[in-house]
């Protein structure tokens, strides 16, 4: 995306805010993170087969009800969702590596998403197995909240996970999201940022990428 862009981000709730940032400015500042451990970069093209390699293992699917990737091509057009994300909202999920590595460990972030009637942004985390339990899900996890926090304040952010799915829900109290089971739906709802104050829309659940 060209340093010219200066189009504002736009949600398509309507909201009174008006001040969102310019696209290109999030991009400047999502594109490429750099954490302790970790580099977390914007997704690009050949990003595929990563993708297929950590969303079609059946050990990182075992609360996903849609199950692996069968193939490469659904992990292709993943990437090619993510990157429309990225080139509409100028953030969106990474690729996770280990510093001075180049192989990808795994993937996350927070994604916009429209979710009971309102802008929210979703957090996002799937790493390969080997890289679990090291406290990198954490460490990209609260990288991704404290930007959204920082740079879009009136976004709240949600994680919405199996109840069975122990250490994803152990990374989203980590990252600091707090337990909303007053929003839970088949998914226990994690949030930040979220009122109740006009909140009339309990069944309304997305299916998209779902923790
Ligand atoms: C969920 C996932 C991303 C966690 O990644 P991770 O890098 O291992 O997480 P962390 O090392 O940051 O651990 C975070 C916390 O979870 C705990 N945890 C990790 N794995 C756990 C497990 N299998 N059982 C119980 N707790 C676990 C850790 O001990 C840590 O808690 P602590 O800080 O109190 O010790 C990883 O397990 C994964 O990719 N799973 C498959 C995909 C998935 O389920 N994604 C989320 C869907 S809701």
């Excluded at 079609?56 to 429309?84: I, R």
């Amino acid at each position: 995306m060209g340093t010219d862009d200066t189009r504002r981000l736009h949600l398509p709730i309507p909201t009174t805010s008006d001040t969102f940032p310019q696209v290109a400015d999030l991009s400047t500042i999502w594109n490429v993170v750099t954490t302790a451990r970790l580099i977390l970069r914007r997704l690009q093209i050949g990003d595929g087969p990563a993708i297929f390699s950590v969303h079609g293992d059946p050990a990182t699917n075992l609360y996903n009800p849609f199950g692996p990737h069968s193939d490469l091509a659904t992990s292709e057009k993943m990437l090619q969702e993510c990157l429309n994300h990225w080139q509409i909202y100028g953030f969106g999920l990474w690729a996770v590596t280990l510093r001075r590595e180049e192989k990808i460990i795994g993937f996350g972030g927070v994604e916009h998403q429209v979710w009971r009637d309102r802008d929210v942004f979703n957090l996002y985390y799937r790493f390969t197995p080997s890289a679990w339990g090291q406290g990198y899900a954490t460490e990209m996890g609260q990288t991704a909240v404290h930007l959204a926090q920082i740079h879009l304040p009136q976004l709240p952010i949600v994680a919405r996970v199996r109840d069975a799915n122990v250490a994803s829900k152990r990374v989203a109290e980590r990252v600091g999201l707090l337990r909303r089971s007053d929003l839970d739906t088949e998914h226990v709802i994690f949030a930040l940022g979220w009122t109740s104050l006009n909140d009339h829309h309990p069944s309304c659940d997305t299916r998209q990428r779902a923790l």
